[in-house]
Structures are given as C-alpha cells and as structure tokens.
C-alpha cells in the first residue's frame, strides 16, 4: 500500500497539467481560399488558437526550471510573439514586414537549455523536435539533411502537417557548426548553416524525402487504411520557430577581444555573464556566417548552476530526479525519505562534476546504486538518505541490512 501511495504523491504527472490554452482543431487552414476574417480582424483563427501571456509561460517555466530568470523571460516573449503572430495570421491578418523570431540560447551543459524549450513546447501544446546540429552535413549524404528536421515534425504529430506547420524545432550544438573547416568533417558547418537559411524564414519542404525511395513508394500505393498523399506535398517553414543553442565555450575570448579594442572596461566573473554581452561581431568572429546569425535576432544565455541552486533543482523543481528515484524504490514497496544533510551533500558533490544538473544523476547512481540492488531483495520497507550515506553509501547499506 505504501508503494501505490508513494507512487501517486511522487507522480508530478505530465508538464501538460499545466495552463492549456493553446491547441489545434482538426481543420488545415487553406491558403489557396481568402482567409475568412477580414483583414485586422483578430477573430479566432479556424486552425490554431493561443491565448497565453509571457508571464503565463514563465510562470509555468518556474515550476520545472530552477533560475534561468533572464531566459526564461526573453523565451516567454519570444514564444509568445511567434504564436500570437501565427494566431492572427491563420485569422486573416497581414503582417508582410513581420520578421520570425528564432532564438539562441547560450550556456553551458546541464544548466536547463533543452528542459526549457521542452517545457514551452508541451505548455503550448505545439510539436517539438530537438537535434544535434552535428549530426547534419552539407550534403546529407554522409550526416542528416536538415529538411529530416521538419519531416521529423510532421512524423511528432501522426502526419498532421497542419499540426507541424507551427511546431517548435531545437537545433543543440550549433556552436560546432561555427569555422568547421578545422573541425576534421567532412562537410563543412558553414554548408549546413546555409542549408539552414531557408528554412528559418520560409521554405517549402517536400513532405516526403526525395531521398526516400520507401516513402515515395508509400505515397503512391498507401498502406490500407492510409490516407494516399497528394502528389509532391510539401510543408511550409514559416511558421515553424527555430530555436539553437549552444556552450558556446571559445566565444568569451572574442568578446574580451572586442572590449579590449574598443577600450571597454572587461568585467571580471564567470564566463558566463560575459556571454550576455555577445554581439553578432562575435558570433562572426566565431566562425558563423552573418546570414545565419542574423536569422537568430533573440539571444540570451543560460547561467551555470551553483551548489544552493542544484539543492533547489532537487526541492522544487517539478521534474526533480528525487521523483523518479521513488518511483523506482515504490515499485518495490521501499520508500526513501531525502534528509537535507543528504541533499546538501548530493549538491555539493554535483557541483564539483561541472556538467550542471547532470551532475546530480551521476552522484545519486554512485550513492544508491547498491540500495538499488540489493534491497528490492530484502525486507526493508524504508531508508534515509543522508549525508553519511552519501559518503560512504557501502557502510550506510550494511548498517541498514544489519539493523
Ligand atoms: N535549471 C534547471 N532546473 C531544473 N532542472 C534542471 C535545470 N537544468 C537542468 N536540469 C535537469 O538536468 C537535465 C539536463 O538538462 P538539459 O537537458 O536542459 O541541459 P542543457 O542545458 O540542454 O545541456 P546541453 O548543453 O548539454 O544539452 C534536465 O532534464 C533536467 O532534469
Ligand atoms: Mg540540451
């Protein structure tokens, strides 16, 4: 009995619990038919409707991502201005000088970049897709082709293409797409970044690889029971928001190189709040072309985690990895009680990994994986976590086996 109800008060349940305002209905819009609402009409658009406020989006960002602050507010922002501009556009509006607001996100690893966009995507209730950029090549033949990205989009959503049109794709490492020529590939980085242009502003996208002789096949015999494919189907990018992010960990240098010219005082501090003063020069420097940064106007970075704040991801964040751990302790009827001693410990520790949050997962395997394995075995119904047993987890275990 006391696992069920372990189980159940640990279950946060899905980030969809949260604020649900903005879904699709069944119906594709159609472009090719004058848009039903007049012009500067802002009347409910027939395939798309969002209703949420930046400080909506943040306040649901806060209850799963510890600090991020001034990303999580510039997201907000971002996220908020692209869908409302998909809303009224789907509703008849014309905005013909609007410019997409793709966003960078910079920061080290671990410090809640993906954690963020995933929990926009799934608050909006838009597709998401998220990939390495290094796993593109300029040609597609020996990596991805980027294009797979939106493909992938389309396959999130059962192939609604309506659906994926106002999806969410996150490109991760984008900083190694930056001066590759050295990188040792064997395409170069700036050819993904080009292949990348188009589809950041607008592009249409053949719903079907060329590539893909199977799928080909199945769009003109479909499988029984699937809908055949109209002819050369393609999805357009326009309203499909890009998100990047990146370390980003050489970049500092130029930046203390651009102050230092222009006699600017260089702060003193952590790396990472000089990241907050990149300038698209920088991201030249770096090793990116001006058209592919210029298409990413939104820029804001992800601070490291420090020891109080990896004690706070464990007590307060939502997704805490304290909840999947009694989750598996539940499933055998043993329940784990978190003393602080021990948390502060786990903290600590994680800190001096260097890999963010990750850094807690590793220190918890170390210090419960034995517990893991032996006590499913054995009549313990209960233990505490506490800094000893952090410390010396082999003790800790044979205490409690002996008591
Ligand atoms: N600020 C945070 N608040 C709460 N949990 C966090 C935070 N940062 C990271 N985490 C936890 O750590 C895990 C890894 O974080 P995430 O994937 O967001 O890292 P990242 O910044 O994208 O790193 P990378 O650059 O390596 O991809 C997340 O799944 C989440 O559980
Ligand atoms: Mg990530």
């Given at each position: 009995m006391a696992a069920s109800t372990l189980v159940s008060s640990a279950d946060l349940g899905p980030v969809s619990r949260g604020l649900e305002s903005a879904r699709f209905r069944k119906s594709r819009p159609d472009r090719s038919t004058p848009p039903a609402a007049e012009v500067g009409s802002a009347s409910p658009a027939p395939g798309f409707h969002f209703e949420l406020k930046p400080r909506d989006v943040k306040t649901h960002l806060d209850r799963f991502v510890i600090?991020?602050?001034?990303?999580?507010?510039?997201?907000?922002?971002?996220?908020?201005?692209h869908f409302q501009h998909v809303r009224l556009t789907l509703a008849g509006q014309k905005a013909p000088f609007y410019t997409k607001q793709n966003v960078l996100l910079l920061g080290p690893t671990g410090v809640g970049k993906t954690h963020l966009i995933r929990s926009a995507a799934e608050l909006i209730g838009v597709p998401f897709v998220k990939a390495d950029a290094t796993k593109f090549s300029e040609t597609g033949y020996v990596g991805g082709d980027v294009e797979d990205l939106v493909r992938d989009l389309i396959r999130r959503v059962g192939g609604d293409v309506s659906k994926a049109e106002h999806g969410i794709i996150y490109l991760d490492e984008v900083d190694k797409l930056a001066g590759s020529d050295t990188g040792g590939r064997d395409v170069s980085g700036k050819g993904v970044q080009i292949n990348l242009l188009k589809l950041m502003e607008d592009a249409d996208v053949p719903v079907v690889s060329p590539n893909d002789i199977m799928g080909q096949m199945q769009s003109i015999m479909p499988r029984p029971g699937q809908p055949p494919r109209e002819a050369g189907a393609t999805i357009n990018t326009r309203h499909i928001l890009f998100i990047v992010s990146g370390a980003f960990a050489g970049l500092t240098s130029h930046i203390r190189q651009r102050l230092a010219l222009a006699?600017?005082?260089?702060?003193?501090?952590?790396?990472?709040?000089?990241?907050?003063?990149?300038?698209?020069?920088?991201?030249?420097?770096?090793?990116?072309?001006?058209?592919?940064?210029?298409?990413?106007?939104?820029?804001?970075?992800?601070?490291?985690?420090?020891?109080n704040d990896l004690y706070d991801v464990m007590r307060r964040s939502e997704s805490s990895l304290l909840r999947q751990y009694e989750r598996a302790f539940a499933a055998y009827g043993i329940e784990v009680k978190w003393r602080a001693d021990g948390l502060r410990r786990i903290a600590r520790l994680a800190a001096t990994e260097g890999t963010g949050a990750r850094g807690l997962m590793t220190v918890c395997e170390r210090a419960l994986r034995d517990f893991k394995f032996e006590l499913p075995s054995t009549e313990v119904r209960r233990f505490s976590v506490t800094r000893e047993l952090v410390d010396d987890p082999k003790a800790a275990l044979a205490k409690l086996l002996g008591d």
């Open positions: 600090q991020q602050d001034e990303a999580k507010k510039v997201l907000s922002v971002a996220l908020c201005d006699g600017k005082e260089i702060p003193g501090g952590r790396d990472a709040d000089l990241l907050d003063l990149a300038v698209t020069s920088d991201f030249i420097a770096y090793g990116f072309e001006p058209e592919f940064i210029g298409r990413l106007p939104v820029r804001v970075a992800c601070q490291p985690l420090g020891e």
